[in-house]
């Protein structure tokens, strides 16, 4: 089942072009990557695909429902973890329900059930600042999830890590994957990556973003891949 589609989302920014006919969509507990050049409006579309700015033309539909233009019903985590310094790792991470409207108490309750599954047992009293970088996005994206549970969208997630930590990472994603089932949306730079992770594969090109490919890449061998790799760099022209 179609869980998000965006159909036919064009949107210039400040004059200039920047989405140009973007359709595309996510199944239920489907992992779907993003890849493109930097400065294709990859982050534009996760802005109004969660509702913070409006496109031009076009429509954001969810579980069957026109969602254009209305946040609150998708989690974006965005580039950078955007935590807040001055609140505990679990305040930070309880926020987004309190905001829903529960208690502080229930909320950090909520979250404190969590910590384990995303290994940030014992840190729940440390501050974002005393986090290593992946802890820090770990922390971000379990509050994303709280959010809302069953479509994430993940921008770069774990571009600013270092190559150990971002594999490590991506093993734990795929693992979290099999335990929460959602939809994930994500965009990143890095090929391999996206060939790990995904199920299917958007490629975007230069500005205007436009979709130039789609790979289904779920299953594939090796080989079927390292051909996919090779198709996804002559559209990146890399
Ligand atoms: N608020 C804004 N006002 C005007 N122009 C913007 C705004 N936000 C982004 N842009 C421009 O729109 C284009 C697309 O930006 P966007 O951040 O969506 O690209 P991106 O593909 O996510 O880039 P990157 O991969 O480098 O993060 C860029 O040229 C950027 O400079």
């Not at 199944?27 to 700015?53: D, R, W």
């Not at 959010?147 to 930590?165: C, R």
């Not at 730079?189 to 979709?211: K, N, Q, T």
């Amino acid at each position: 089942m179609t869980k998000l589609e965006a159909l036919n989302i064009c949107k210039t920014l400040d004059g200039l072009y920047t989405l140009d006919n973007i359709s595309l969509y996510l199944k239920e507990q489907e992992l779907v990557v993003i890849v493109g050049p930097s400065g294709c409006g990859k982050s534009t579309l996760f802005h109004i695909i969660s509702g913070l700015i409006n496109p031009d033309t076009g429509r954001i539909i969810i579980d069957g429902r026109d969602h254009t233009g209305q946040t609150g019903r998708v989690g974006y985590m965005q580039q950078k973890d955007l935590l807040l310094p001055f609140r505990t790792v679990l305040d930070n991470i309880a926020l987004p329900l309190v905001l829903k409207g529960e208690s502080w108490q229930e909320a950090r309750k909520k979250a404190k059930s969590y910590l384990s599954q995303f290994g940030l047992e014992g840190f729940a009293d440390y501050y974002p600042r005393q986090l290593s970088g992946g802890m820090k996005q770990r922390a971000a994206l379990l509050r994303t999830y709280l959010f809302a549970s069953d479509i994430l969208l993940l921008d770069e997630p774990f571009a600013a890590l270092d190559a150990i930590t971002r594999h490590k990472m991506q093993k734990w994603l795929l693992s979290l994957r099999n335990q929460y089932n959602p939809s994930i949306l994500f965009i990143t730079h890095d090929i391999e990556e996206a060939l790990l992770l995904a199920d299917r594969i958007y490629v975007f090109s230069p500005l205007p973003g436009r979709v130039v490919g789609e790979f289904a890449v779920k299953n594939l061998t090796d080989e079927e891949k390292s051909l996919c790799k090779k198709q996804i760099m002559q559209l990146l022209n890399m």
